[in-house]
């Protein structure tokens, strides 16, 4: 296919905007005569409100309001779940009565007259409980897993007879991993304005699915859906911690409601602790047996989550396990164990993330236990179907990747023993591990309005949260009309435009995508027709099919001329053009293709051996991802991914007081995240892949699998370095001190 735009680095077309201050965030949206709303957080992990002693605190200055179980409205929290939701049990009903289900829960709202002043009275007012201990860990005896109720859980799958095999394998490891507790920390907290007009809401909130949360609003107020609006143009970074429609949206909501004016509420960093979700905590046990050269003959995956007691979260934990290598022998199990907590949530790379870490952990200990290089073994067992669904892949580039990946990174310079390579006295380690996404795509619809200026406004209910929406829409607007980007204005991000999926999953290029072509064929279509239509025009009483649109100009088939352009057609009759349209995809690929994204990620650490400190000094991933829209832009979120990636390896965790559930490290003094001290080289590289099956664009997805590999990679190179296995994120100083 010949492009002009897409496949090209094109800058941000919003990127003055953001580094000038006119891009508005949530809390940017100020309305006259609004008021400021803060949550008071429970303070014990499980038990009831027994009492509030609001009279001091109404007493305080500015105080305009304190709402809790005792005062709030009675919500008819109708029945709604989007597909991001969890398929069993119920979202929290929020200040509807006094039980406390987990630490940080709201449990009242206090309303006044500036932010200063709204806080002082939040720190102020007393609450007393009847307080029960709660179990938080999951290896607590108290902690039961249970199978999930739901249809997505897919707790258990098998081919073959994995047990048997294993038995019989000549050559196995058999290991767990347990995975910590991740929390979303982006640059923009959690933030809404909430104002009612009669009643009629309005939220300008961080929302990467506004559609849903207009629907899961109306839901809860028992409103009709068009009585609810929801805006966010920008948002300062998610990584799926606003997919869902959290409390604080209801509350500013109540609060607005009850007082009459406007409201803003805005989460503070430890507030998005509590009740903003979490990647959940995940016990792992990987077992592969194989012959001694290197073929796998058995594969065991069971995985074990985290979730709340009052709704059942599940995630693709070991959905990568049964295409990503050749095995006639699998078996996968997955459980849940509820506990005393706030519902784990969607987090960058969900569920692949986690079961990829415990999976290419395990594949690498096998390399080292056949001495078998890592790169050789899983070329070793390239699967040519994917042998889960016994289907073709619809493109399937992994050996490419290695291929690609290595030779760049230079992997023929490792040498193969353990604690074998220095850098003067510092240990060097280097690690491989693959990762996978599925492709997906969901339906979207798309507006295009031609204006007799030569201009074009699309409009689609998607957000955009850093990787280039506005972009990459308006590269694809631009191409299919044939005008330059300057001539396209994209608007995002209300929930009165077309609907949208969510804006995660890596599906906006997709689907999105795949909507605004449609749509600006559909415009291009109404245009002709219009110009054939037109006695002044050179293609009048042509055939449709006889006319081309060549660079935004109409021609009939076989005109050497430029043609007619379009502003000159709409020009003639003063009027703009409107195409509404939806993607389409083959409804049959879907279920003769498996679709997938794959990479290989290659990582190099260098330890101290003295101290024992470490440092990702390069990674590199190599990714087939169908076709890259904006490498400029993909480029970027790869490397944000990886660095996410570091973040999960040697940093993050949430860790919970036993006794209480509450976060102890619950600031950003003490939660750990790579800055950019932390950051060595880092690179990413795509290959060429032509895949017509996943969607009109040809495109995959970058946002998720640039995550996936890299923790494992940096844990595998760990090893590699000072010979220490270590099987639990994150990896500490603490942890190879010894080795």
Known sequence: ?????????????????????????????????????????????????????????????????????????????????????????????????????????????????????????????????????????????????????????????????????????PVKVDVTYDMARENHNPMEPHAVVAAWDGDRLTLWSKSQFVVNEQAEIAAIFGLPL????????????????????????????IAARQVGRPIKLVLNRR?????????????????????????????IHEGNGETSRYEEFTEALLSATSYMYSCPNVRTSYRLTPLDIGTPNHMRG?????????????LDELSYALGIDPIELRRRNEPTIDEGENKPFSSRSLVQCYERGAERF???????????????????????????????????????????????????????????????????????????????????????????????????MASVGSAVRAACLAARDEVTRRAIADQRSPVFGAALEGVEWIGGNVRRLGDASAGQPYRDILASSGQPIEAHASNFRDPEAAQRYSMHSFGAVFAEVAIDPDVSTIRVRRALGAYGAGRIVNPLLASSQCTGGMIGGIGMALMEQTALDARDGRPV???????????????????????????????????????????????????????????????????????????
């Open 1 to 169: 296919m010949t492009t002009t735009l897409i496949g090209k680095p094109v800058t941000r077309v919003d990127g003055r905007a953001k580094v000038t201050g006119a891009a508005r965030y949530a809390a940017d949206f100020n309305q006259h005569a609004q008021l400021y709303a803060v949550i008071v957080s429970a303070t014990t992990g499980l038990g009831r409100v027994t009492a509030l002693d609001e009279a001091p605190v109404r007493a305080m200055p500015g105080v305009v309001e304190i709402i809790s179980h005792l005062n709030a409205p009675r919500l008819a929290y109708g029945p709604h779940k989007a597909f991001i939701d969890p398929e069993v049990g119920e979202r929290l009903h929020v200040l509807q009565d006094a039980q406390v289900r987990f630490y940080g829960q709201p449990v009242a709202v206090v309303v006044a007259d500036t932010l200063d002043r709204a806080e002082r009275a939040a720190n102020a007012l007393r609450i007393s409980y009847a307080a029960e201990r709660p179990v938080v860990d999951p290896r607590d005896p108290k902690a039961q897993a249970v199978e999930p109720s739901g249809s997505r859980g897919h707790s258990h799958a098998a081919r073959g007879d994995a047990d048997r095999a294993l038995a019989d394998a």
């Open 226 to 253: 068009q009585n609810v609006r929801v805006i966010c143009p920008f948002i300062g970074g998610a990584f799926g911690t606003s997919l869902r429609t959290w409390p604080h949206v209801t509350l500013a909501a």
């Open 271 to 299: 507030q998005m602790f509590f009740t903003t979700g979490h990647r959940p905590r995940t016990l792992q046990r990987v077992a592969i047996g194989a012959t001694r050269d290197g073929r796998i003959t058995s594969i």
């Open 350 to 362: 969900p569920g692949e993330s986690s079961g990829m870490f415990a999976l290419e952990s395990a």
């Open 410 to 508: 230079g992997w023929s310079r490792r040498t193969p023993a353990p604690r074998s390579m220095r850098d003067g006295r510092l240990l060097v380690g280097m690690g491989v591990a693959s990762a996978t996404y599925p492709v997906w795509y969901l339906p979207t619809s798309a507006r295009v309005r031609l204006h007799p200026d030569g201009t074009a406004a699309v409009e689609v209910a998607a957000s955009d949260m850093g990787p280039g929406t506005y972009t990459s829409m308006t590269q694809v607007a631009a191409e299919t009309l044939g005008i330059p980007v300057e001539q396209v204005r994209v608007s995002i991000g209300r929930s009165d435009f077309p609907p949208a999926p969510p804006h995660g999953g890596s599906m906006t």
């Open 665 to 739: 490290n619950a600031h950003m003094a003490d939660y750990l995240m790579p800055v950019n001290l932390d950051i060595g080289q880092l690179e990413a590289l795509f290959v060429d892949e032509d895949d017509p099956h996943v969607n009109a664009l040809g495109v995959k997805g970058l946002g998720e699998i640039a995550l996936v590999g890299m923790a494992p990679a940096i844990a595998n190179a760990i090893h590699h370095a000072t010979g220490k296995r270590v099987r639990h994120l994150p990896i500490r100083i603490e942890d190879v001190l010894t080795a």
